[in-house]
C-alpha cells in the first residue's frame, strides 16, 4: 500500500536532514521514498495485483535462460528501429505499464517523471543524475509493437545473473525450478560458466529494458 505523509522522516528526524543513514559504512535504506510512498513489497499475495505480478515472475524465470539472452542480445543490439529524441522516447511509454511492479499500475512517463524529481529533489546539483533517473527505464519500449512487441517477462522486473546457480534470494525463486537452465549442470554452480573475479561486464543477465539501454 502507498502512504502519504505530510513530512518525510526517517528514525523521527526530517529527511532533508538525514537522507542517508551510515551504520559501519553501510547504505541504510529509509522506510520511504522522496515522495512519502513505501517502497514495494512482493509478500502480499491477496491482493489481484500481487498475484499478477507473481505469475509475472514465474514466466520470466521459466523463460529467461543464458541461450535465449544471447539471441536477444545478437537481434537487438544492430539499433535498427528508429530514430527519436529522448523525449518522443519518453511519451511513447504513456502507453506501457510495468506488470512486474506491485505498487504502481499507471503509465511508465509518470514513473520516469516522479524518478526525476525526486533525484533532483535530493540532489538539485547533480543534473547528469537528473537525466539518469529520467531515461532509466526507456527501454520498456521493447514492449511496443513498433519496437518488437516483447512480452513483459522479456522486458521489465529484477534482473539476475545466467549461466551460473540461480540464488535463492531472487524474487519467487521456486519458479526457477521449471527454467531448462536448472536441468544443466554447468550452470548449476556458484559460478557456472564463469572465472571467479571476471566483473559484472562480463556476466550474462536476463535480457530486458536494462540490457537494451
Known amino acids: 500500500m502507498t502512504n502519504l505523509v505530510d513530512q518525510l522522516q526517517q528514525d523521527g528526524v526530517p529527511v532533508e536532514e538525514n537522507k542517508f543513514g551510515q551504520s559501519q559504512g553501510t547504505f541504510e535504506a ?10 514495494r513489497d512482493y509478500t502480499n499475495a491477496e491482493t489481484e495485483r500481487q498475484k499478477g505480478v507473481e505469475e509475472f515472475y514465474r514466466l520470466q524465470h521459466i523463460n529467461q535462460t543464458y541461450d535465449y539472452v544471447k539471441k536477444m542480445r545478437k537481434n537487438f543490439s544492430k539499433l535498427d528501429k528508429m530514430e527519436m529524441s529522448i523525449w518522443e ?19 511508465q512517463i509518470q514513473h520516469l517523471l516522479q524518478s526525476a524529481e525526486a533525484i ?13 533517473a529520467l531515461i532509466h527505464d526507456l527501454g520498456k519500449v521493447l514492449l511496443l509493437p513498433k519496437f518488437g512487441g516483447l512480452p513483459q517477462w522479456a522486458v521489465v522486473g529484477d534482473t539476475f545473473p545466467l ?5 535463492a534470494s531472487n524474487i519467487h525463486h521456486k519458479y526457477f525450478k521449471e527454467n531448462p537452465d536448472s536441468k544443466n549442470p554447468t550452470y548449476l554452480t556458484k559460478n557456472g560458466v564463469y572465472e571467479q573475479g571476471c566483473g559484472l561486464e562480463n556476466a550474462v543477465m536476463s535480457w530486458g529494458h536494462d540490457d537494451y539501454m
Not at 529509509?30 to 517502497?39: H, K, L, R, T
Not at 511519451?91 to 499507471?106: A, F, Y
Not at 549461466?163 to 540464488?167: I, K, P, T
Request: net charge negative.
Open 30 to 39: 529509509p522506510d520511504v521514498n522522496a515522495f512519502g510512498q513505501n517502497f
Open 89 to 107: 522516447c519518453c511519451e511513447l511509454l504513456n502507453e506501457v505499464v510495468d506488470e512486474s511492479d506491485p505498487d504502481l499500475d499507471e503509465p
Open 163 to 167: 549461466g551460473c546457480a540461480f540464488d
Open 120 to 132: 533532483r529533489k535530493d540532489f538539485p546539483d547533480q543534473d547528469w543524475l537528473h537525466l539518469t
